[in-house]
């Protein structure tokens, strides 16, 4: 497999289809699905209070993609805000994706949102994202903001392949009842009523959850929900020898939902470097 690991398979039976349109993102105007920064007001940019967001903006409606393959990635920390510090390992890990989803974290505090790194990604492929939770350099919190479709909710619900995926970048925070997620990674989910839960979090049922926040890939079958974490490009945690802070390659994630099975691979950005390093095999000899 290369520079890829899976990191867990599991099946499920999906749900019976509803009448339908599916959108088709290749298809679709700049104006809709492209980098929508450009349509968007400046006053809409500008930093959310928490207690300014109506549960409508908090909780974004389902967004139905053809997608098969989907990457995922979060917890960047752009300093530069087109992205342009993003590794060219990430672009290269989700060639061959039909969508990039951002799970929120891709600047730094209220110094830079950092959204030009969804620009850079949708060279690959389109891009839809998460509002989040994020600090200020003189103390407190607020939410980053809204950028039409591309930018929606703290959390949003995203159907693909007869699945309904949960997006968002912190378990532990509203909308819905916080989701412990200890320093390991994985979310605390013994004497939770999962699915009670995700539904009031997503305002309805979902099949799979990415999650992100921790800087740590995870991947964790609960209830017949899949929980999936794609880890960081750039600020993993939990490595032998890692500084907190320090710039390494990290991870991103891809989730396959074609056949009716879900399948998530973690990739490790540091393999794909290593074999771009590696020379190339020599050209046989002709024969005599």
């Keep these: ?62 967004t139905r993609v053809t997608a098969r393959r989907i990457g995922f990635l979060s917890d960047d920390h752009n300093t530069r805000d087109d992205g342009s510090d993003l590794p060219v390992e990430a672009l290269e890990a989700f060639k ?27 060279i690959v492929a389109p891009v839809l994202a998460v509002r989040d939770y994020s600090g200020k350099k003189a103390g407190g919190t607020y939410i980053t903001p809204a950028e039409g479709q591309r930018v929606a909710g703290l959390t949003r619900v995203i159907e693909a392949g007869g699945f309904r995926i949960g997006v968002l970048h912190n378990l ?71 500084i907190q802070g320090q710039r390494a390659l990290g991870t991103v994630g891809v989730l396959d939902v074609g056949g009716g099975v879900a399948v998530f691979e973690v990739i490790h950005l540091a393999e794909i470097a ?5 020379p190339a095999p020599a050209a046989a000899a002709p024969k005599m």
């Excluded at 039976?13 to 007001?41: H, K, L, M, W």
């Excluded at 951002?102 to 790194?117: I, P």
């Excluded at 290593?274 to 590696?278: E, F, G, L, N, V």
């Design 274 to 278: 290593s074999a771009a390093k590696q």
């Design 96 to 122: 061959g994706c039909d969508l990039i989803v951002h799970l929120g974290h891709m600047g730094v505090r209220d110094d830079n949102l950092g959204r030009g790194v969804l620009d850079r990604l949708a």
């Design 1 to 62: 497999m290369g520079a890829r690991h899976a990191l867990i398979r599991a099946a499920f039976g999906g749900r019976p289809q509803a009448s339908r349109t599916d959108i088709g993102y290749r298809n679709q105007p700049c104006a809709a699905f492209g980098p929508e920064s450009a349509f968007v007001e400046e006053d809409s940019l500008l930093p959310t209070d928490i207690q300014t967001l109506t549960p409508d903006e908090a909780i974004a409606g389902t």
């Design 172 to 242: 532990e925070k509203e909308p819905g009842p916080a989701i412990a997620t200890p320093p390991g990674g994985l979310p605390a989910l013994e004497g939770v009523d999962v699915r009670a839960v995700l539904r009031e979090k997503f305002g309805g049922p979902v099949d799979i959850v990415a999650y992100a926040s921790t800087h740590r890939e995870a991947a964790i079958l609960k209830d017949g929900v899949l929980f999936v974490n794609p880890g960081s490009p750039t600020f993993p945690r939990g490595r032998p020898g890692r």
